[in-house]
T-cell receptor, first 117, second 115 residues
Framework: DTGVSQNPRHKITKRGQNVTFRCDPISEHNRLYWYRQTLGQGPEFLTYFQNEAQLEKSRLLSDRFSAERPKGSFSTLEIQRTEQGDSAMYLC???????????????FGPGTRLLVL | AQSVAQPEDQVNVAEGNPLTVKCTYSVSGNPYLFWYVQYPNRGLQFLLKYITGDNLVKGSYGFEAEFNKSQTSFHLKKPSALVSDSALYFCAVRHGSSNTGKLIFGQGTTLQVKP
């Protein structure tokens, strides 16, 4: 399978615990995006990377959230001291081409569903 | 600020009938517009996009969308619905001059196709 993969697919944790999600983009895609989707809503942008550089962060990304893409390949999203409001689907997408250009299309992974008890 | 509105939470259509899922947008400058579909417990699957040129865009699985600049709309259509088209559909917009590529999504429309 050459699509975007995310692990784990589901995560249940207790409030206050730390969690980490992984995203493996489509090979050769230089851009990687993280979005959060809550029930009944569309995905909301969190952050994105061009290669290993994190170029933009949403105000939704509080200081408890951190994302990395150390070698410009896979990415991790960590949430520290989780809160019940963090319960959501976390989606990763990757793309290639000129950033924001006409040829750029984002392809999404299956998501990681987080439940904070 | 960029925004997308999908005015219908749910659309019901009989199999074999044409379907339309509505989307309107607000963005300064030229928009890039997208439709994605989401099946239960799955990620988003790209259907089609409008960048420039012909206002009628054809995409995957027989779907098409019509860009209407004067009405700031980008409605998704299909001439003959299938039961398997039942899913959650998202419209998204990106500013044509954006250098970040981030997408702004609508809240989604559930399409229910009944046999």
């Amino acid at each position: 399978d050459t699509g975007v993969s995310q692990n784990p697919r589901h995560k249940i944790t207790k409030r206050g615990q730390n969690v980490t999600f992984r995203c493996d983009p489509i090979s050769e895609h230089n851009r990687l995006y993280w979005y959060r989707q809550t029930l009944g809503q569309g995905p909301e942008f969190l952050t994105y990377f061009q290669n290993e550089a994190q170029l933009e962060k949403s105000r939704l990304l509080s200081d408890r959230f951190s994302a990395e893409r150390p070698k410009g390949s896979f990415s991790t999203l960590e949430i520290q001291r989780t809160e019940q409001g963090d319960s959501a689907m976390y989606l990763c997408a990757s793309s290639s081409g000129l950033a924001g250009g006409p040829k750029e299309t984002q392809y999404f992974g299956p998501g990681t569903r987080l439940l904070v008890l | 600020a960029q925004s997308v509105a999908q005015p219908e939470d749910q659309v019901n259509v009989a199999e074999g009938n044409p379907l339309t899922v509505k989307c309107t947008y607000s963005v300064s400058g030229n928009p890039y517009l997208f439709w994605y579909v989401q099946y239960p417990n799955r990620g988003l699957q790209f259907l089609l996009k409008y960048i420039t040129g012909d206002n009628l865009v054809k995409g995957s699985y027989g779907f098409e969308a019509e860009f209407n600049k004067s009405q700031t709309s980008f409605h998704l259509k299909k001439p003959s619905a299938l039961v398997s088209d039942s899913a959650l559909y998202f419209c998204a917009v990106r500013h044509g001059s954006s250098n970040t590529g981030k997408l702004i999504f609508g809240q989604g429309t559930t399409l229910q196709v009944k046999p």
